[in-house]
Structures are given as C-alpha cells and as structure tokens.
C-alpha cells in the first residue's frame, strides 16, 4: 500500500504541476492576444508604442519597460513605463552592449544585470534583470523593447518566447502605423491637391492665372520664391512673381533659380522659375511636381481662353474691338454710369471717301485705309474712351464720364486726324489719297441709358452730318472730285453712301 501511495502522491503532483503551466500558458495566451487587441485599436505609432510599454511591463511584473527608436545616429526614449522624470535621459543615448547581438533570427535576449550591465541612465534603479527586444520588420530596424526586474526573478524560457511573439506583434503594429500615417498624409496631400487645383481650375485670365499658380507654389510647398514667364515674339516677360525680385526679361537662369517648362504643347505656354525647393523625394517635391503638371494646364486653358476670347471680340482687319465686346461694354458702362449719374458720349464715325478709294484702287488699298484710319482714332482716343470697328467703313466710340464740351472737342480732333492724307501702298508704288469722314455724337443724358437707342440715334446724327458735308462741298464745287496727282492719287472726301 505504501508503493501504491506515493505512487499516487507523484501522479497527483504531476498533474498539479502541468494543471499549472497550462493555466499559465493560457495566461500567456490569454494576454497576448489582449495586448494584441489593444494594438489594433491605435493607428499612430506614438500611441502604439505608449500601449506596449504599458501592457507589457504589467504582463511580465516588469518594474521597468522602455521602447528605445533609432534618431540621429543613436536611440531616443520613444515611451516609457517606471522611469521617474529625473532618470530620464536627455537627448539620444547609445546602444546597449547586450542589443548588439540580436537579429531577426534571434530578437531576444535575457541576463541577470551582472552579466550584462544596465544602459548607465537605468544603473541606478536597483535593477536585477534585464530583458531585450529587437523590433524589426522586413530587416528594417525600428528599435529596442527594454524590460527590467528589480526583484531577483530572472526572465526565463517562457517569458523569452514569450517576448518574441510580443516584439513581432508590436513591430507589425508599428509598421501598420507608419502605413496608416502614409495613407492619412497622402490622403491630406490629395485634398489639398484637389482643394488646389478647383481653385486655379476656374482661371481663364492669363495673368491672374499666373499671379494665383505663383501665391499657391509659395504657400502650399512651400518654396522661397516662385515667378511665371510667358513666352511671346519679344522672348519670355515676367507675368507674376513673388518671393523674390525677379527680372522683367528673362535673357538667363538666375543664380539659384530651377527652371520648369509649363505645359505639354510646342511651344511651351512659358516658364516657371522656382527657388527654396524642397530635396528630391519627398512629400513636399512630389506635392510640387503635381502642382507645375497642374499650373501649365491651367496656363494653357488661360491662353486658350484668351485667343479664343480676343478672336470673339476683336475686329481681325483692324486689330480693334469689333461690335459685339463694343455693345456688351458699352452696356456695362451705361449701367454704371445711370448709377452714378455720369454722363456717356457715343461718337459714330463713317468714312466719307472709302467708296471711292476701294473702288478705284482695289480691296487691298481700301483694307490699307481702314486699318490706317482705325489707327489714328485709337491714338486719338487714347485713354479717353474705347475704339471700335462696327463694320465696313464705320467705326464707333463710347467715352465715359464725359460732358458735351469735351465729346465735342474730341469729335473735332478726331475729324482732323481721319481728314488727313493717307499714305497707301500699291503694286505700282504710293499714292496720297483723302478720305474723311462725318462724325454723329450723342450723349446718354439727353438721349437715355440704352446702348441699342444711343447708338441708332449717333448713327441718326452722323448721316445728317454726312448730307451737310456733302452739301457744302457740292456748294464749294470741289469736294467730290477724284483727280489725279503727281507721285500718286489724290482723292476728294466722296459720299460713298448716297
């Protein structure tokens, strides 16, 4: 009976003894997969690493744990756990000995504090046990996880094993939160692109398109300086700059200055100077990349628009406004003015000697005089007004803030520079001719702020103009002949419209 009891007493404790290490082991297990919930629940890395630290030290009755990340050629504290704030050091600190010798294939290692002493920031901790990590992803080094006991209960196999599970879990929660701040920030960066973009996007003005690619280069890089040049038959002139002085032509590269083409099409809309810009390879060259791809689009929309705009408006004879940007100006300049009170003179100017010109000496004279012509009203209008070309031979001008005294006084300089000889030349050589011109006035005050009504009634008043010119000059039996001059023809003010 003695035998059969104690062999009794043996399997009882057996099983006592492995009852307890599965229930540790359940423990362990238990715990780890806690600590690995309660990684999944953060995203940033800082977050990460304060979560470990903590739950590690409580999993292992660690009177110490300490997360130690690579920076500036040494280690920095990146969390902490039982470290008073005096202890803790300051700046980088270098590597322990005892981490030397880990790996990928080995990330752990234990040591009572006599075998392997403990980092000189910890020594005077009382400290028994130390316990290192390595924590390592893909062979990329992240850093250290440090335990320490200062009871004398060494770390041992199970913990070690233990411990290398940990580290793998923390690493792979560190490179989710480095993958997961990557997303975010470029995720950010695509916001602010696209933020960006719709703003310079509703640009169809060449220059405040030049002038926003600039203020946005600057504030969203950001760069020291930035300048758009445009490029036209005189080379390339400064359109916007900011951040620097930056020269009108652009004859060379200044000193510091990285040149980009803006645009996809031959020739290129312009340049865009930059300086300060970000190194190579990171977020905010990559972000400055996609802006210049964004800015020479939005360029090339802004010239587009401005040819498509100026061939809608402009008379292609003469290089004047044509009819439809007179009217569509005239209007806005009507409703101004009713606001204010001021006063708008119409002039209608018709050339009284065309006719005869274009008849006699062909369409290509008569184009020579009405560009001619077309020049000397926009000289002599100058700032006063705008110029434009209605149609054939008839040309109009609108001049704002005005009074009858000053729509008068320009209508007699005007008559004055159309009167005077032409200078035209033919296949045959020169000729001198003199067209003329009659010229209706009509201001909104007396007439009404209607742009169609205003212009019917300067156009009433020129035709009466014409039939008063044409009166006194059959009254002075010289105004409507054609006679031939030396050195070319010379041609008499003929109604061309009666």
């Given at each position: 009976m003695g035998e059969d009891d104690d062999e009794?007493?043996?399997?009882?404790?057996?099983?006592?003894?492995?009852?307890?290490?599965?229930?540790?082991?359940?423990?362990?297990?238990?715990?780890?997969?806690?600590?690995?919930?309660?990684?999944?629940?953060?995203?940033?890395?800082?977050?990460?690493?304060?979560?470990?630290?903590?739950?590690?030290?409580?999993?292992?009755?660690?009177?110490?744990?300490?997360?130690?990340?690579?920076?500036?050629?040494?280690?920095r504290l990146a969390a902490q756990w039982g470290i008073?704030?005096?202890?803790?050091?300051?700046?980088?600190?270098?590597?322990?000995?005892?981490?030397?010798?880990?790996?990928?294939?080995?990330?752990?290692?234990?040591?009572?504090?006599?075998?392997?002493?403990?980092?000189?920031?910890?020594?005077?901790?009382?400290?028994?046990?130390?316990?290192?990590g390595l924590l390592t992803v893909r062979g990329e080094h992240l850093g250290h996880l440090l335990l320490?006991?200062?009871?004398d209960r060494p770390f041992d196999d199970a913990d070690i094993q233990e411990l290398i599970a940990i580290v793998s879990r923390i690493s792979l929660a560190i490179d989710n939160?480095?993958?997961?701040?990557?997303?975010?920030?470029?995720?950010?960066?695509?916001?602010?692109?696209?933020?960006?973009?719709?703003?310079l996007a509703g640009m169809v003005d060449v220059i405040t398109a030049a002038r926003n690619i600039v203020d946005t280069m600057i504030e969203h890089v950001p760069l020291a300086g930035a300048a758009v040049y445009l490029t036209d038959i005189y080379g390339e002139e400064l359109a916007a700059g900011g951040g620097a002085e930056w020269p009108r032509i652009?004859?060379?590269?200044?000193?510091?200055?990285?040149?980009?083409?803006l645009g996809s099409q031959d020739p290129s809309a312009g340049r865009l100077l930059l300086t300060g810009v970000p190194p190579d390879g990171t977020d905010a060259r990559s972000f400055l990349d996609h802006l210049v791809d964004v800015g020479g689009l939005v360029l090339e929309k802004a010239l587009l628009f401005q040819r498509i705009r100026m061939q809608a408006e402009t008379d292609v004879l003469t290089g004047m406004p044509n009819r439809a940007y007179f009217m569509e100006t005239l209007a806005a300049s009507l409703s101004r003015c009713r606001q204010d009170g001021s006063d708008v003179a119409i002039l209608f100017i018709?050339?009284?000697?065309?006719?005869?010109?274009?008849?006699?000496?062909?369409?290509?004279a008569g184009d020579q005089l009405l560009i001619a012509a077309a020049q000397r009203l926009s000289e002599t209008v100058g700032l006063h007004g705008i110029a434009a070309r209605l149609g054939g031979d008839e040309f109009v001008i609108a001049c704002t803030d005005t009074t009858t005294a000053e729509a008068e006084l320009l209508a007699a300089r005007i008559q004055e520079a159309v009167d005077a000889p032409y200078h035209l030349q033919l296949p045959s050589g020169e000729v001198e001719v003199t067209a003329g011109c009659s010229i209706g006035l009509?201001?909104?005050?007396?007439?009404?702020?209607?742009?169609?009504?205003?212009?019917?009634?300067?156009?009433?008043?020129?035709?009466?103009?014409?039939?008063?010119?044409?009166?006194?000059?059959?009254?002075?039996?010289v105004g409507g002949l054609v006679r031939a001059v030396p050195q070319g023809a010379g041609l008499g003010q003929e109604d061309d419209r009666v």
């Open positions: 009794i007493r043996r399997l009882r404790a057996e099983l006592a003894q492995s009852r307890a290490i599965s229930a540790r082991a359940l423990a362990r297990a238990t715990r780890l997969a806690q600590l690995v919930t309660a990684l999944g629940k953060v995203t940033e890395v800082d977050d990460v690493l304060e979560c470990a630290v903590c739950d590690v030290a409580e999993m292992f009755d660690a009177d110490v744990a300490v997360v130690l990340t690579p920076a500036d050629g040494g280690l008073a704030a005096r202890h803790l050091p300051s700046g980088t600190v270098s590597a322990p000995a005892a981490v030397q010798s880990l790996s990928a294939a080995r990330p752990v290692t234990a040591a009572p504090v006599g075998e392997s002493p403990a980092p000189e920031w910890l020594s005077a901790g009382g400290l028994s046990h130390l316990a290192y320490a006991r200062t009871e939160g480095r993958l997961y701040r990557r997303t975010q920030d470029q995720l950010h960066r695509l916001q602010r692109l696209n933020a960006v973009t719709a703003g652009l004859d060379e590269i200044p000193p510091g200055a990285l040149a980009l083409r018709d050339m009284d000697g065309f006719k005869a010109v274009n008849d006699t000496y062909g369409h290509d009509c201001l909104a005050a007396g007439c009404g702020y209607d742009a169609s009504s205003l212009l019917s009634t300067a156009d009433a008043d020129m035709y009466a103009a014409k039939q008063r010119r044409r009166a006194a000059r059959r009254a002075s039996a």
